[in-house]
């Protein structure tokens, strides 16, 4: 596919992300091949594992799947996806606190390391210029001085907080890192997993074969073990 697009025509753009890397004609056909790569575990793989994880818990969780189907039914009603607004996206609130509650507990990233860019204190520990850290989205998402709770999957954690609990949940919740190294991605996977949980609910009946959470696996991506088994079938 490289080559075909490297040897093609003006007729021959698509106008996407591959097309506009062989475009630059300065990367070699390896170095695309590994820029592609990264683009799918970042971009795809990331979002399905999340996806995955929502499902587990909004199919879990009593009430959760009967409120996200109700939320859908009324504010996207039989709309067909390509008519969406921003007005509706913004209507899809407590689908969004499900994939934000998934999010805390699950987070596509298990951890990122940065480098120091000067020195600073953290917790009474000095950290030189220079210092390689590992810091973790998971544990900051189950930390107990921030999270009442933290194990538990309760999507109405994020419903009407006091300005002292907003200032901490932000703060510990980084799914997506934090500004400025922040996910560059981050707004549309958060969308893609708002209307994708919201139209599941809204459209099918899902029965997980089991009714335990499965344990995580994957260190660069983490995915529930053994996926999402259920048994799905149009809404009844």
């Not at 004609?25 to 592609?36: G, K, N, P, T």
């Not at 399905?48 to 909004?58: D, F, P, Q, V």
């Not at 606190?97 to 204190?121: C, K, N, Q, T, W």
């Not at 009442?148 to 300005?163: A, C, G």
Request: net charge negative; charged share 25%; aromatic share 6%.
């Amino acid at each position: 596919e490289i080559a075909r697009l490297r040897g093609g025509t003006v007729a021959d753009d698509r106008g996407d992300v591959l097309q506009s890397l062989v475009a630059e004609a300065v990367l070699s056909d390896a170095e695309i091949r590994d820029q592609v790569l990264t683009l799918i575990g970042a971009g795809f793989h990331t979002t399905a594992a999340s996806l995955a994880w929502t499902i587990w818990r909004a199919a879990l969780t009593p009430g959760v799947w009967e409120e996200l189907r109700a939320e859908a039914d009324a504010v996207l009603g039989d709309d067909h996806p390509s008519t969406m607004s921003t007005t509706q996206l913004a209507g899809l609130e407590h689908a969004d606190r499900v994939v934000r509650e998934s999010l805390r507990l699950h987070p596509a990233g298990v951890f990122s390391p940065r480098e120091a860019a000067r020195d600073i204190d953290v917790a009474g520990h000095r950290i030189r210029k220079g210092t390689l850290v590992m810091w973790s989205p998971h544990l900051a998402g189950r930390d107990r001085d921030v999270w009442d709770d933290p194990l538990t999957f309760r999507p109405d954690r994020w419903l009407d907080p006091t300005d002292e609990q907003r200032a901490a949940n932000e703060s510990a919740w980084v799914p997506f890192g934090r500004p400025a190294r922040n996910c560059i991605g981050f707004a549309m996977a958060h969308m893609e997993l708002v209307l994708i949980i919201a139209r599941l609910a809204q459209r099918l009946d899902v029965t997980l074969a089991s009714a335990t959470v499965p344990a995580p696996y994957g260190m660069v991506v983490n995915r529930p073990t053994g996926g999402v088994p259920a048994r799905v079938t149009h809404r009844n």
